[in-house]
C-alpha cells in the first residue's frame, strides 16, 4: 500500500507542479537559446507526455458487441480477409477515410508470417546491392519505398518502432571501401527520411564494441543505421486503432465461402464462423479484400468457384485422371504464392552487443544474415528455404537451426553452442505471381515487393511485400478499393497517424511511469516500450489490485502475496504480469494462452522452455475472465504446451 506521502507525491498536484517547473525552467532557456521553435515543442511533449498519464483510456467494444455490429450491419463498405500487417493496415487506412469496414481473422492477428518477421523496419541493404549489380530499377525502387516507410513507422509508433545502429564487421581490406560506399548510398537514397549517417569503426574500436567477435581477423566496421520493432504488438496496435476509428475487426471469425451475385458473378460478402461458438454469420460488403497473404490462393480458389466454395474438389481433380472438364478448367489457374521459409532463433543477450545490430554480409550460400537485439535477447536469422506448400504452422527444423549457428559460429570467438537457443521459429514469406498468366515454372515472373489485382468478380487481393511496406501497400490496396467501390472517400491520413499508444509518448516515457506509480526502471521500460502512452492503464491495475503485479508463471499458485505491496521484478527474467494479460483481454482481444504468450507478450518467443511454466496461469486467470469450464481449460493449456513445444526446445 501507498503511504499518504508517497499518495501526496503521486497525486494530481504534484503533476501539475512538475509541469509548472518544467515549463517555467524552460521557458528561461527560451530567451537565450537559437533554437526556440524546438524547445518550445520540447516543452509541450512534455507537458502533453505527463497530462496522458492521468488521461483515462477507453476499453474498445467488447467482442459480443463486434459480433451483434456484424449480425446487424446489412451491408459494410469493405470487407478485409485477414488480420496480418496489410490487413490490419488496410482496415486502418479504410476506416480513417470515413468507409465502414468489417475485418475478419481465421486465428489471431499477426498469428502467421506477421509475427515472425525479422522484427526489422529497413529498406534492405541487400536490395540495394542487386540493384547496383543487376542494374535493377525495380529493386532500387523498393528499397526508396521502403526506406519513406520506414521513417512512417518509425513516426505512427514511436513507443514500438526503433532506431537500431547495426555494424558490418570487415574482414578484408579491401572490403572496406566497397561497404563503406554501400551504406552512404544507403543513407543518400533515404534523403530526408535518413535517420543517422554512417560510420567507419576501426578494428579496435569496432572489438571494443562488439568484443564477441574475433579481434584478430577485423579489419574494420561499418555502421548503418535501421529500424527495429515489435511486429505481433504492432499488428495488434493496427487492429485497436482500427476499431477506435469505426471498424469492427474480429479475430477467429474464419470464411468458409464468398458470397456472390446469382446473375453477375460479382463477390459481395462472405460466410465466416466464429470459431469460439460455431456460429455462422453472412457479412455483406460491396468490396472483398484477399489480405491472406501466404493463403491467398485459398481465398482465389473460393473466388474461380461459381458458389465462392473452396476448391477442394478442383485440388483432388487435379490428380484424378478421370476429373470433369469443369474442375480441370478450376485448377488451370496457377498458384500465386510461391513460399519460402524463413527460421530464425533467440540466443543470449551476449552473442551481440546490447544497442547495436550485426549484420553477416557474405554467409556461405550467399544469404544476409542478422544478429539484432531484440527484447533483452539477441534475434538470429533468417535462412531462405522454397517450400512446396503452404504448411499451417511451420516450424523449424533442426537443421536450420544448426545452419544459423554454424553462420554466426564464424563471427564469435566463444564456443556457439545448441543449448544456449532459447527459442527458434519458422515464418512463411510469400513471392508472389500474376494468377492471371502461366509460367514456365521459373521464379523470373515473381514479384519481389507486393503485388495488387482485381479479379473479374470484383475480388481485390494484396499479396507480397514486407512489414516495413504494409502501410504503403494498405494505401494502394484502399485507393483500389475506392476505385472499386466507386466511393466518395476521404484522402489517406496514416503518413502521420498515431497509432493506439503512440499519441503523446516520448522517449522518457518509462522515467514518468517509474515517478508517478513507484513502479522498479526495469517495469517502466517494459510498458513504456511495449504499450507507449496506454502504459497507465495496467499500471493503474497494479493499484487497484497488488496482485495483478505478480508475474504470470505465479498465477496458478494457491498462496499470492507481496511483501509490503512491493515486487522486486529483478529477480524474474520476464516482466509479464497477471495485470498485463487482463489489459490484453479486455483492449487487445486476446481470446487463448497463445495469444498472450505468443503474440501480445512475447513470452514464448523469446525463451519457449520458460514460458510453458507460465501456461497453466495464463489458463487460470483467461479461464476465471472468460467463464472457461475445466474442460476448456484443459484443452487449452495442452494446445500452448503442444505448440510452443514446437519452437526449438
Known amino acids: 500500500m501507498f503511504s499518504t506521502t508517497?499518495?501526496?507525491?503521486?497525486?494530481?498536484?504534484?503533476?501539475?507542479?512538475?509541469?509548472?517547473?518544467?515549463?517555467?525552467?524552460?521557458?528561461?532557456?527560451?530567451?537565450?537559446c537559437s533554437s526556440k521553435n524546438s524547445i518550445r515543442n520540447?516543452?509541450?511533449?512534455?507537458?502533453?507526455?505527463?497530462?496522458?498519464?492521468?488521461?483515462?483510456?477507453?476499453?474498445?467494444?467488447?467482442?459480443?458487441?463486434?459480433?451483434?455490429?456484424?449480425?446487424?450491419?446489412?451491408?459494410f463498405d469493405v470487407l478485409i480477409i485477414g488480420g496480418g500487417a496489410t490487413g490490419t493496415g488496410s482496415a486502418v487506412d479504410a476506416s480513417t477515410r470515413g468507409l465502414n469496414v468489417a475485418l475478419l481473422e481465421m486465428n489471431d492477428f499477426a498469428s502467421g508470417t506477421s509475427s515472425?518477421?525479422?522484427?526489422?523496419?529497413?529498406?534492405?541493404?541487400?536490395?540495394?546491392?542487386?540493384?547496383?549489380?543487376?542494374?535493377?530499377?525495380?529493386?532500387?525502387?523498393?528499397?526508396?519505398?521502403?526506406?519513406?516507410?520506414?521513417?512512417?513507422?518509425?513516426?505512427?509508433?514511436?513507443?514500438?518502432?526503433?532506431?537500431?545502429?547495426?555494424?558490418?564487421?570487415?574482414?578484408?581490406?579491401?572490403?572496406?571501401?566497397?561497404?563503406?560506399?554501400?551504406?552512404?548510398?544507403?543513407?543518400?537514397?533515404?534523403?530526408?527520411?535518413?535517420?543517422?549517417?554512417?560510420?567507419?569503426?576501426?578494428?579496435?574500436?569496432?572489438?571494443?564494441?562488439?568484443?564477441?567477435?574475433?579481434?584478430?581477423?577485423?579489419?574494420?566496421?561499418?555502421?548503418?543505421?535501421?529500424?527495429?520493432?515489435n511486429d505481433s504488438r504492432m499488428a495488434a496496435s493496427l487492429a485497436v486503432t482500427a476499431v477506435e476509428k469505426g471498424a469492427t475487426v474480429l479475430n477467429y471469425m474464419e470464411v468458409k465461402q464468398l458470397i456472390k451475385n446469382k446473375e453477375?458473378?460479382?463477390?459481395?460478402?462472405?460466410?465466416?464462423?466464429?470459431?469460439?461458438?460455431?456460429?455462422?454469420?453472412?457479412?455483406?460488403?460491396?468490396?472483398?479484400?484477399?489480405?491472406?497473404?501466404?493463403?491467398?490462393?485459398?481465398?482465389?480458389?473460393?473466388?474461380?468457384?461459381?458458389?465462392?466454395?473452396?476448391n477442394d474438389t478442383a485440388i483432388l481433380a487435379k490428380e484424378n485422371a478421370h476429373a470433369t472438364v469443369a474442375n480441370k478448367v478450376a485448377v488451370a489457374n496457377p498458384n500465386m504464392v510461391v513460399p519460402s521459409a524463413g527460421v530464425h532463433v533467440i540466443l543470449p543477450s551476449y552473442y551481440c552487443p546490447k544497442n547495436m545490430g550485426l549484420l553477416d554480409a557474405q554467409t556461405a550460400d550467399g544469404r544476409v544474415m542478422f544478429f539484432l537485439p531484440w527484447q533483452g535477447k539477441v534475434l538470429a536469422g533468417t535462412t531462405d528455404i522454397p517450400m512446396k506448400q503452404v504448411p499451417e504452422n511451420p516450424t523449424a527444423t533442426e537443421a536450420d537451426i544448426q545452419d544459423i549457428l554454424k553462420e554466426l559460429q564464424h563471427y564469435i570467438k566463444f564456443p556457439v553452442r545448441r543449448e544456449d537457443v532459447l527459442s527458434a521459429w519458422a515464418g512463411i514469406r510469400p513471392l508472389v505471381k500474376d494468377p492471371r498468366t502461366?509460367?514456365?515454372?521459373?521464379?523470373?515472373?515473381?514479384?519481389?515487393?507486393?503485388?495488387?489485382?482485381?479479379?473479374?468478380?470484383?475480388?481485390?487481393t494484396i499479396a507480397g511485400g514486407k512489414w516495413t511496406t504494409y502501410r504503403a501497400m494498405a494505401e494502394e490496396t484502399i485507393d483500389e478499393v475506392v476505385k472499386v467501390g466507386k466511393f466518395n472517400a476521404k484522402p489517406c491520413i496514416t503518413r502521420k497517424l498515431k497509432l493506439v499508444g503512440g499519441e503523446n509518448y516520448l522517449p522518457n516515457f518509462g522515467a514518468l511511469l517509474s515517478q508517478e506509480y513507484g513502479i522498479s526502471s526495469v517495469m517502466a521500460e517494459y510498458l513504456s516500450n511495449n504499450y507507449g502512452s496506454r502504459s497507465p492503464v495496467i499500471c493503474d491495475m497494479f493499484k487497484e489490485d497488488p496482485l495483478n503485479q505478480l508475474p504470470i508463471e505465479l498465477a496458478?499458485?494457491?498462496?499470492?502475496?507481496?511483501?509490503?505491496?512491493?515486487?522486486?521484478?529483478?529477480?524474474?527474467?520476464?516482466?509479464?504480469?497477471?495485470?498485463?494479460?487482463?489489459?490484453?483481454?479486455?483492449?487487445?482481444?486476446?481470446r487463448t494462452a497463445l495469444d498472450f504468450l505468443l503474440r501480445r507478450t512475447r513470452f514464448a518467443?523469446?525463451?519457449?522452455?520458460?514460458?510453458?511454466?507460465?501456461?497453466?496461469?495464463?489458463?487460470?486467470?483467461?479461464?476465471?475472465?472468460l467463464g472457461w469450464d475445466e474442460a476448456k481449460r484443459e484443452q487449452e493449456a495442452k494446445d500452448a504446451r503442444d505448440y510452443i513445444k514446437t519452437f526449438g526446445v
Not at 450 to 459: E, G, K, Y
Not at 605 to 625: C, Q, Y
Open 264 to 310: 453477375t458473378g460479382k463477390v459481395e460478402g462472405c460466410v465466416a464462423v466464429d470459431r469460439e461458438t460455431g456460429e455462422r454469420y453472412n457479412v455483406n460488403a460491396k468490396v472483398v479484400v484477399n489480405a491472406t497473404g501466404p493463403f491467398s490462393d485459398r481465398i482465389l480458389q473460393m473466388d474461380n468457384d461459381k458458389d465462392g466454395l473452396p
Open 556 to 590: 496458478d499458485k494457491e498462496d499470492l502475496s507481496i511483501n509490503n505491496g512491493h515486487i522486486n521484478y529483478d529477480s524474474f527474467r520476464y516482466p509479464y504480469t497477471i495485470g498485463e494479460l487482463k489489459y490484453s483481454m479486455k483492449y487487445e482481444y486476446t
Open 42 to 75: 520540447d516543452v509541450l511533449e512534455t507537458a502533453a507526455a505527463i497530462e496522458a498519464i492521468d488521461k483515462k483510456i477507453v476499453a474498445p467494444p467488447a467482442r459480443n458487441d463486434l459480433l451483434n455490429k456484424i449480425s446487424k450491419t446489412n451491408q
Open 6 to 32: 508517497r499518495r501526496l507525491l503521486f497525486s494530481s498536484q504534484r503533476k501539475k507542479l512538475l509541469l509548472t517547473a518544467v515549463t517555467a525552467a524552460t521557458a528561461v532557456t527560451l530567451y537565450s
Open 605 to 625: 518467443f523469446l525463451d519457449a522452455k520458460r514460458s510453458l511454466e507460465a501456461i497453466n496461469g495464463t489458463v487460470k486467470v483467461m479461464g476465471e475472465e
Open 116 to 229: 515472425k518477421s525479422t522484427k526489422m523496419a529497413h529498406g534492405g541493404v541487400r536490395y540495394l546491392e542487386k540493384a547496383f549489380w543487376e542494374l535493377s530499377k525495380s529493386q532500387l525502387d523498393l528499397v526508396i519505398e521502403a526506406l519513406n516507410e520506414r521513417a512512417h513507422m518509425l513516426h505512427t509508433a514511436p513507443h514500438l518502432c526503433k532506431i537500431l545502429p547495426i555494424m558490418i564487421p570487415v574482414y578484408q581490406y579491401w572490403q572496406v571501401p566497397y561497404f563503406y560506399v554501400g551504406c552512404k548510398m544507403y543513407d543518400l537514397f533515404a534523403g530526408s527520411q535518413n535517420l543517422k549517417p554512417a560510420y567507419l569503426l576501426s578494428a579496435s574500436r569496432a572489438a571494443e564494441v562488439a568484443p564477441m567477435l574475433d579481434a584478430s581477423k577485423l579489419k574494420a566496421g561499418l555502421v548503418y543505421h535501421d529500424g527495429s520493432f
Open 438 to 460: 502461366s509460367t514456365n515454372g521459373t521464379t523470373q515472373d515473381l514479384v519481389r515487393s507486393h503485388f495488387l489485382f482485381t479479379s473479374p468478380n470484383n475480388l481485390v
